[in-house]
Nanobody, 124 residues
């Protein structure tokens, strides 16, 4: 059974930083894209950042230059470094993995496995 478990969320002041981590188990994703999505209250789930098996990345426009996604294939993990956080970054952040290999998906419907989410709250 595949599981994705996020950690690292919390409360931070505007301008601060957080690092999210996602640990995958049940299968390896070394050839698959992984990513981070978020959902704020009353809004649809949106792409934050995704990373392909080869390290190629995609970022949503609102986080470019502030967030950085990385992965550790040896540990079947993906990370999201979030800097210069803003109140509008407040959301539940979800880790996701693609079941199809060798592509970089950027949309939520391209990802098949999801974590339970970790809450990030940025105060002004």
């Amino acid at each position: 059974q595949v599981q994705l478990v996020e950690s690292g969320g919390g409360l931070v002041q505007a301008g601060g930083s957080l690092r999210l981590a996602c640990a995958a188990s049940g299968r390896t994703f070394n050839s698959n894209a992984m990513g981070w999505f978020r959902q704020a209250p009353g809004k649809e789930r949106e792409s934050v950042a995704t990373i392909a098996w080869n390290g190629r990345t995609y970022y949503g426009d609102s986080v470019k230059g502030r967030f950085a996604i990385s992965r550790d294939n040896a540990n079947n993990a993906v990370y999201l470094q979030m800097n210069n956080l803003r109140p509008e970054d407040t959301a539940v952040y979800y880790c996701a993995a693609d079941s199809r290999a060798l592509r970089l998906g950027t949309r939520r419907d391209e990802y098949d496995y999801w974590g339970q989410g970790t809450e990030v709250t940025v105060s002004s």
